[in-house]
């Protein structure tokens, strides 16, 4: 199970309507059914590919009205940047970095114009890669670093809207896409990744949908990554508040 999915069955469990956005229809009609056998919600399905503006703000708007945008998608390729081809680099900029510009740029009209002004939000999956940089992830950790930068000025914008940014740092996930993208990690950056465990999908989407409930800016998913968000904080927000969260829109890349 991916992370979104993780995220959206655990959303689905306290009765939030659910919209996924990917490119694959396929793994989107999957992904509706597992959640559709596990609890009586509401489940739409958009097919599009973050990288096209066009087609993700029909999506968003056919979508309607939002209280949460989960900005979950991402690739990465582990290289040394001396060998990553400048192609695999403009892929995870393109997916991760301006995916998520136009994701948020397509749905933040309609958070504006909610009907019901109560507290909404915008959650970015980062990664413990965009808290340090890590040997192999040069790339990949540029993208992830960028997210915290766009999430930290946009909250700015955002807060006379009541709208919250919050920012997720998960661990090495164990996903579909892990195992394969390991074998060909550089054998110093398997050596750095095995000092910390691995976390299920499972455990990372509860610990987002409780740190977005919260009204947290920064969401760690274990014991090193809060000590990370402590030695990083900076001048990121520092903010906790209780509200709960009704009407969800994920976009989800299931790999291109």
Not at 34 to 60: G, H, K, L, P, T
Not at 74 to 87: A, S
Not at 149 to 169: C, K, P, R, T
Request: proline fraction near 4%.
């Amino acid at each position: 199970m991916g992370i979104g999915l993780a995220i959206a069955k655990q959303a689905a469990s306290e009765g939030a309507r659910i919209s996924l956005l990917a490119r694959s229809v396929d793994q989107l009609q999957k992904a509706k059914e597992s959640i559709c056998q596990a609890y009586e919600v509401e489940v739409s399905i958009f097919s599009a590919d973050v990288r096209d503006y066009d087609a993700v703000e029909r999506a968003i708007n056919e979508a309607g009205s939002i209280d949460v945008l989960v900005v979950n998608h991402g690739v990465y390729y582990v290289e040394e940047f001396e060998t990553q081809g400048l192609d695999v680099m403009k892929t995870m900029i393109d997916v991760n970095l301006m995916g998520s510009f136009n994701v948020i740029k397509a749905a933040l009209p309609l958070m504006k114009d909610r009907k019901d002004k109560g507290p909404a939000s915008i959650a970015l999956m980062s990664s413990m890669a965009g808290q340090v940089g890590t040997y192999g992830f040069a790339a990949y950790s540029a993208t992830k670093f960028g997210l915290r930068g766009l999430a930290e000025a946009l909250q700015q914008e955002v807060l006379e809207n009541n709208i919250h940014l919050s920012l997720i740092f998960p661990p090495v996930t164990e996903t579909p896409g892990f195992e394969p993208a390991r074998k060909t990690m550089p054998e110093i950056t398997k050596i750095i990744s095995s000092t910390s465990a691995g976390m299920k999908a499972e455990e990372v989407g509860k610990i987002t949908i409780q740190g977005i409930k919260s009204g947290s800016f920064s969401i760690p998913c274990k014991l090193d990554g809060r000590a990370l968000v402590i030695a990083t904080a900076g001048l990121s927000p520092q903010r906790c508040s209780s509200w709960r969260p009704l009407k969800w829109f994920l976009p989800v890349c299931f790999g291109l």
